[in-house]
């Protein structure tokens, strides 16, 4: 009776620890569709993360995380970070993942002729830093100066670009790091382009992002950046409409259509009133226009507008440019009329 007795609680113990196997480590919701990701804050109780598994759909009942993670010990040493889960992750995989904080890269995409408040959003919703975060990041005139510029220049090297960081990654270390990958790319051939044609780095950058304004026109980036180093070499003014709107942003906050007033503003950047480059770049440029401006087309072109067909008509002379301007303002007019 004993024996039988014995075997009884035995089997049933079994039985018992197989149920419990099941539960935590067998049992598995239906496979998803695509991975799953999971974002653990610092600080998130073993709550909390379990909700987060079950919302996604990573485990079929909460206790078959919280469970084993209480029973272990490991609960209360799950990492803060970003991990992505396929469909053959099982509940002690996921608890060992996140034990070991086996963290999986999230994507940032850095823009060409961006402002910093849309990459600092953008940044923002992949990483644990806040935007105004990364905004400060960009004003620390401390963390400028160890990078060798000055905070006017800073974002202008944030080079467009798709860049891979754990998201628990310190806002300071991603900016360092986008840095070194506008360095790089002038050390491995930009810069010596530049300095056949006398800019240095940062001129070369400067030019860069006004020709990043100025036209989403691949082919036309190395012959507008021609234009502009023509006048630079004949001593006139750059004109460029790009650093007026930088200025009007500056002061008013977003874009808007240029007045004839705009062209007197007394501003830093209103290259119609001061010689030479900006005091510093107005934008991110991307690769192509940095290749434009570090190797511009050399022409006798002193003087381009834009052209109905979306481009820019360029001329040598300032006759040849007010004609061209006046018919863009005759298409402006007609299209006008037929939009009413």
């Not at 919701?29 to 987060?52: F, K, M, N, Y």
């Not at 272990?72 to 608890?95: H, P, R």
């Not at 998201?167 to 002038?186: G, H, N, P, S, Y």
């Not at 290259?271 to 690769?287: A, D, K, Q, S």
Request: glycine share 6%; hydrophobic share 45%.
């Amino acid at each position: 009776m004993v024996k039988r007795t014995l075997l009884i609680a035995f089997s049933l113990s079994i039985l018992a620890s197989g149920a419990a196997a099941w539960f935590v480590f067998l049992a598995r919701p239906p496979d998803p569709a695509e991975p799953r990701w999971v974002r653990v804050h610092t600080g998130a109780t073993l709550e909390a993360v379990a909700e987060s598994l079950h919302t996604q759909n990573l485990v079929v009942r909460r206790a078959a995380f919280t469970w084993p993670a209480r029973a272990t010990g490991w609960g209360a040493q799950i990492k803060a970070g970003c991990y992505e889960f396929d469909e053959s992750a099982g509940a002690y995989d996921i608890l060992r993942r996140l034990r070991a904080g086996e963290q999986t890269a999230v994507s940032v995409m850095i823009p060409p002729g961006s402002r910093p408040e849309f990459i600092a959003r953008r940044a923002a919703r992949q990483m644990f830093f806040s935007e105004e975060d990364f905004e400060a990041a960009l004003s620390d005139s401390v963390l400028a100066s160890a990078l060798g510029l000055d905070t006017r220049r800073l974002f202008s090297y944030m080079l467009p670009d798709t860049y891979h960081f754990y998201c628990t990654t310190d806002v300071q270390a991603v900016i360092r790091r986008i840095k070194q990958e506008m360095d790089a790319l002038f050390a491995d051939g930009l810069g010596a382009l530049g300095a056949k044609h006398g800019l240095d780095q940062d001129e070369v950058i400067s030019l860069a992002a006004i020709v990043e304004w100025e036209t989403q026109v691949e082919s036309e980036k190395a012959r507008i950046a021609g234009v502009y180093l023509n006048r630079i070499d004949r001593r006139w003014p750059l004109q460029a409409d790009p650093t007026i709107q930088y200025a009007l942003i500056a002061l008013e906050g977003g874009k808007r259509r240029l007045l004839f007033a705009d062209y007197k503003l007394q501003h830093p950047y209103n290259t119609y009133l001061y010689r030479g480059f900006p005091p510093g770049p107005i934008t991110n440029p991307g690769r192509t226009s940095l290749l434009a401006a570090a190797d511009p087309e050399r022409h006798d072109y002193m003087f381009f507008v834009a052209s109905p067909d979306g481009g820019h008509a360029f001329n040598v002379t300032l006759r040849g440019h007010n004609r061209d301007a006046a018919r863009l303002r005759a298409y402006l007019r007609a299209s006008a009329r037929q939009a009413d």
